[in-house]
């Protein structure tokens, strides 16, 4: 079962328009916990972060703004505060932040809000996610890199061939029958691979910008971009990044 879920895991973060193109405003995605918010304000010609962890608790730093990059400090419980340095996608709609531990360097993305309700906060972490099925996901994909989060190259048996993954916009995940095949070949168990007892997988997204694929009740989460025929996975801000053309 292992292999099966690590087979599937293969394919397996207060504007108005006038802010269309400013790194001003509201975001939501994931830093320091699973769902966060964070504000981008000026005051005065300062600029000021802060990030919600939930309804009350929080943090508020200074930053700096140059050339369009956003750079402020994240205090931590032990040690010195991390320096995350952040810019706007080139549609302005995410903010792609990026930030080094131990010098290794992770990277993940937050969402723009477009006219965030007033006291957002107060309601924003007791709203229920609603699953949907973006359908810009909906399609068959290839996979043809996989790289860790220093963005090398790493070696991975999805990409040695052009296997096929399907996300069907009733929610069922499927992947490339070869590509199962070929992963029970290399870890030497073909005489246990039966196609009847694959396991159901299905897949849904979160807020445009999560991606879950459930299989056999264990869920893989992702960030996910999309952009013309490209599908980008992150699987967290410390792990690997899987990149797909669309079939």
């Excluded at 972490?125 to 790493?154: A, C, H």
Aim: charged letters at 25%.
């Amino acid at each position: 079962m292992k292999i099966l879920q690590f087979i599937f895991g293969l394919g397996i973060l207060f504007i108005t328009n006038s802010y269309s193109q400013s790194i001003y405003g509201v975001y939501h995605g994931s830093l320091v916990t699973d769902k966060n918010l964070m504000y981008i304000e000026e005051n005065d010609g300062n600029t000021f972060i802060k990030i919600f962890f939930s309804e009350k608790e929080s943090i508020q730093v200074s930053a700096e703004v140059s050339d369009g990059k956003l750079t402020f400090p994240l205090p931590q419980n032990e040690g010195e505060d991390l320096t995350i340095c952040a810019e706007l996608s080139e549609d302005s709609s995410r903010l792609n932040i990026e930030f080094e531990v131990d010098g290794k360097s992770y990277s993940t993305t937050f969402e723009r809000i477009e006219f965030p309700k007033r006291n957002l906060e107060k309601t924003w972490f007791d709203e229920p996610n609603t699953p949907s099925f973006d359908p810009r996901v909906v399609g068959k994909w290839v996979q043809y890199l996989t790289t860790d989060s220093l963005g090398n190259p790493i070696e991975s048996v999805a990409t040695k061939k052009p296997y096929v993954t399907s996300f069907l916009e009733n929610g069922v995940y499927l992947v490339d029958l070869q590509l199962i095949r070929d992963v029970f070949e290399e870890a030497g168990n073909v005489a246990l691979f039966d196609y009847t007892k694959l396991p159901k997988s299905s897949w849904y997204t979160l807020e445009n910008n999560r991606l879950v694929v459930s299989v056999d009740g264990t869920d893989v989460k992702y960030q996910y971009e999309v952009s013309a025929d490209s599908l980008k996975l992150v699987s967290n801000p410390m792990r690997s990044v899987l990149y797909y053309t669309r079939k």
